[in-house]
């Protein structure tokens, strides 16, 4: 026995320097991820603060005057109508964002819990939800959006619910199939032997699992939510009150505009551009951090 | 039934667990039916250690995890201290659960890869919490201690330790319910064969320091001898043979049993058995074959195997097995 | 085959419940008779009836005559039926190829779709083409030499691609070719069938860029993963030359995820034109559904909405039959 | 003698990672005469398929391969270089460990082996099926008519082994590598193919690497037997004395570590201690030292020597088992009642001071 104990403490021991070397070298997420948060950050930031910004209002009309290029009174020169680009832009943050935020947010909130049911306990369960999912899916999304957005009310609230509905689908569908995955894991099965209850296992066991793919996907599901905006608003349906990002390229898209005053639909393109970006890069650092080592050496 | 009948089970005070003429089966398709495990009986004796051996496929692990209730279970009996696991539901299978805890295959998956091995080991006792009396941080210190892992390491998450420790983790997970049947599904086949030894020896002394009564399932036939008192060998859903450990090795009465003996390539330089080559592959489990189960291989089928399922018949002493044609004890007696 | 005929029925249903939704929604967000008869419909023909409201002849009309027109009305297009009636109706009619009559135009329809079909399925065939002659060569090599220079440019450029939103796309597009080069024309030009596909080549590009991107991401993932599998180790041990391991082995096997993306894309494709449409004035049935449904021209929208969901049905069959012949392991039973 | 068919010499693999180097392989040697068999054995990581990959020119780009392997007097690395058809498949060939995974999910067994035929011999389809057909009878495979026309999944694992042996086996290679060929099938089918796998290579006069990290059957099926640990040859010898005279601790703690058959039960196993060490920047030392019940300071601080007892019997340590050096080795680290353990808590220790 006393021997026994010696073989015991020695792999603590060995196990010990090894576990050092280990964490010395983990993962890293790369200059790339935080340079996007940066951005992210940045871009939220001042959305936030626009209201105590000294910028123009959003409509306020500028001194220069119509179609001025970039200069430093007018950092992204100003519109059609004289309006400054640079303050619109920030000002479109604000809707262009809270809808993307709003949207997927509920796309979690539903789709992910459904997901993780439907994929738990499968059978009859499973077949109601993928159906709903299917169906979901299978609704042309633009045209849902239009149909539900003209008939009720052209506010944030809808716009953001709505795009919200179409991320219920695409999220559930890979909480669901992740969930399939890990539930055959034997881990999962330990917890049952243990007595765990179901709520628990699905808590406890399921959901940290599934929640980094979920919120990778999410992160890439909002920059679609701000996208879907933008189309919206070039159907002439976005947000009824103020600028977006999405009205702004719509505005400064007819020929004549493009031709003499580029800058105008190219600069809310470009932070677009930026944001939409550094969030799917974001949310595709997020993925493969996370992605665990399955093997150990 | 090839492998059936209740020959082999014991009338001992001292017998936990008792298995009669299990039956488990899977549908595929719309019609079709795997036969995983088609009436199986045996029984476990407080503190003994039941070896369950046989090739993939041959349904040892759908008996383990039919006992613990992982797999449903089409018929037969699975008797506990008087009540019949095979048909408890719900809030009554999930009491009877801590009492028989399991140690999986593959130790990496059986830990969840995003909590601290801290939380996975006391995670019984926190489902359990009021029933087992508050569970304490010292607890899982000297849990970790026995099965070998430094507690300072509890904060870790599992894919930080290699094979070998996360198999220690799990033994440690299944020992905080403070069971007293401990299945272990081939818990050392994913491991190195050098630290393999290591896991096999823990569990042996696990077994006396926690008083366990161990089911041991592997396709090593070296293995299983080494931990096992008894030994049942499975075949297609059936079982062969049933005996004591040293018995059965030596006197291997039905010609799978002897085929398998044959087949391992040992590492010692000791005298090679030619005899005994079995052809072909294993039947389909969707349709296997009628009469012995074993016909299609067996180098002494004749029609009788074809027509009728063989029973379990003893042949020694606590030595079943189950044969038109049994293997006579070798001439060395 | 039972397989596709399950797979039939599934997408058979989620037709019907997508139409359902969408003709419930159109009729209760909505009501229909303010869409047909305009302001005529506000009155109130009970109190009417009860002589409660004088008769007003100043408008060249009487409410009584009004509340006739009315009733005329709802008795025309059923109005008078419960909702579920109605969708029976309505989808009856549907089936024998009766897609009602547009409120704006008076024109049937089918007549409406059989004039701006052709246009968007030219348009996404051509996208389609695109983004697959695109996406497949640019995998293949970025695979082949994975996380090389020519691979490292890939990712970079498929990244840029698939942030700029097809808006952006079509907007930057339109204004290098169209407005600044003047390579192609700024509005849809149905002269003659070189000026159409000249006419639709940017707002395909638009189409297919973001498309290939998603394409190449996603099989170039898989060909590494396909790549370090043992079968390509073992073509390799073959000696067998790297492009016919690419080509022959690689790329059938890597299939199966950008299918089930390709499917989805493009059954939203038919709907996700719109935007696009608009921007280069392209008279398909984006433009349309975007006027009906602002109009609220509840026949044409339900027309559309059942064909493009059809297409998305019949497509998703499509790349399922696909993955039969694809992976003959999915050929069973 | 006549010139050895493959030499290796020297050979070393590393792999670049993000953690840091991994020393894979580290100066293996060995020869191989025509018609011989040799068997690598060791635990998962010690570096026996990265060799046979190595061999079969198959690792990754960002290996650094160093040292020189030589067959039938050409050197493999130059014929890789230059990239010459024909070589690989047609002299040398190798067989995977899972039968599963090593055929084509999507290709039918036949065009998997008619592949090979058509592009190294220039068959036309017809005659390379025919051939194909052929083949699949010698492996064993009952209904080869019918087999050939099959996918990989309507196959047993031992079919689908036996496919894939004839498929390695189509062009009449004269060395085939086999990685743990039968890891993934049962002891039963284990017999058989291991059976097969001898007749074909005596009936061909093949010489063939046997991967495997089972003893016995390494002991079974091969001449000579090297035994690898964290990435070098610890002991080579011809089968019957590694297994019944060996000198490497390793090698010694192996054998009593395992279960035997003709063991009673509950028969106290002697586990080797701790686990295999990470390649990664490997410290300068025996690698074995830490877990080593013979070891001394010395093996700590240096790699020992290859050194020869007799003929091909060949082992790398300072202390080695069943000698009167490794006896007073072991007996001095009772006296002080070290283990391996307390070894190395020395080491640690001292390199921290």
Known sequence: ?297 | MAGSGLAPLRDRPDVLLRVEELVVEFPVGRKDVVHAVSGISFDVAEGETLGIVGESGCGKSTVARAIVRLNDVRGGKVMFEGKNLAVLEGEELRKSRPDLQMIFQDPISSLNPRRKVRDVISEGLKVWGSQMGAWSEGRIDELMHAVGVDPKFGDRRPHQFSGGQCQRIGIARALAMDPKVLICDEPVSALDVSVQAQVLNLLEDMKVRYGLTLLFISHDLAVVKNVSDRIIVMYLGKACEIGAADELYEHPRHPYTRALLASIPEPAPTVEVSEGDIEGELPSPINPPKGCRFNTRCPHADEICYEVEPQMEAAGDDHFVACHHPVAVSIDD | MRYILQRIGQLVMVLLAVTAITFASVNVLGDPLTNILGPLASVDCTDVEAGLVEDISTRGGTSQGDCEVIALTRAEFNLDDPLPQRYVTWLGDIATGDFGTSFQNQLPVSTVIKNKLPVTLRLVGMGLFLSIMISIPWALLSAYRANRAFDNVSTVVSFGLLAVPNFAMGVILFYFFAVRWQIFPTRYDPSNAYSQIKSLVLPALTLALPLAATYQRLLRTDLITTLQEDFVHMARAKGLPSRTIMVRHALRPSMFSVLTVFGINTGALLGGTLVIEQIFSVPGMGGEIVTAIVRDDTPVVLGIVVIIVTAFVVVNLLVDLMYSILDPRVRRG | MAEPLLTVRDLSVRFPTTRGVVQAVNGVEFDLEEGQTIGIVGESGSGKSVTAKTLMNLLPRSAEIEGEVTFDGRDVREIAAKGEDHFWGVQMTMVFQDPMTSLNPVKRCGEQIAETLRYHLGHDKKKAISESIDLLERVGIPEPAKRERQYPHELSGGLRQRVVIAMALACQPRLLIADEPTTAVDVTVQKLLLDLLDDLRKERQMSMILITHDLGVARGRCDEVAVMYAGRIVERADSHTLFSDSRHPYTDALLRSIPRIEQPSHTRLDPIPGRPPELINPPVRCAYAPRCRFAQRNCLEEIPDVSGVVGMHSFACHYPANTERGEAALQSNLDRGETAGGLHLHAVAEGAS
């Open chain 1, 1 to 297: 026995m006393a021997d026994d104990i010696s073989t015991e403490n020695t792999e603590v021991v060995l196990d010990e320097a090894e576990l050092e070397i280990d964490d010395a070298v983990k993962k890293k997420l790369g200059v790339g991820f935080w340079i996007a948060i940066v951005w992210l950050v940045l871009v939220v930031g001042l959305a936030f603060l626009a209201p105590v910004l000294p910028i123009d209002g959003q409509n306020d009309v500028a001194a220069g005057g119509r179609l001025e290029s970039p200069s430093m009174d007018h950092f992204f020169g100003t519109d059609a109508a004289g309006r400054d680009v640079f303050a619109r832009t920030i000002w479109g943050a604000r809707v262009s964002l809270s809808v993307g935020f709003i949207a997927i947010l509920s796309g979690l909130f539903v789709g992910g819990p459904l997901g993780i049911i439907a994929g738990f306990f499968r059978g009859k369960v499973d077949a109601v939800i993928s159906f709903i999912f299917l169906s979901l899916l299978s609704f042309p999304s633009l045209v849902l959006a239009l149909l539900i957005v003209n008939s009720l009310d052209r506010s944030l609230k809808i716009v953001a619910l709505v795009l919200g509905i179409l991320a219920v689908a695409p999220i559930g569908r890979l909480a669901r199939a992740n969930t399939i995955v890990f539930a055959e894991r034997e881990f999962v099965q330990a917890s049952r032997v243990i007595g765990a209850k179901n709520g628990r296992i699905m808590v406890r066991e399921l959901l940290p699992n599934v929640l980094i793919p979920m919120s990778a996907l999410a992160l890439l599901g909002m920059a679609v939510a701000i996208v879907a905006e933008g189309g919206l608003a070039f159907l002439g349906l976005s947000v009824k009150e103020g600028a977006t990002w999405g009205k702004m390229i719509l505005e400064g898209a007819d020929p004549r505009t493009l031709r003499t005053g580029t800058h105008v639909s190219m600069s809310p393109i470009m932070v677009l551009f930026l944001t939409v970006l550094a969030l799917n890069y974001a949310g595709d650092r997020v993925r493969s951090y996370f992605d665990v080592r399955e093997t150990a050496f």
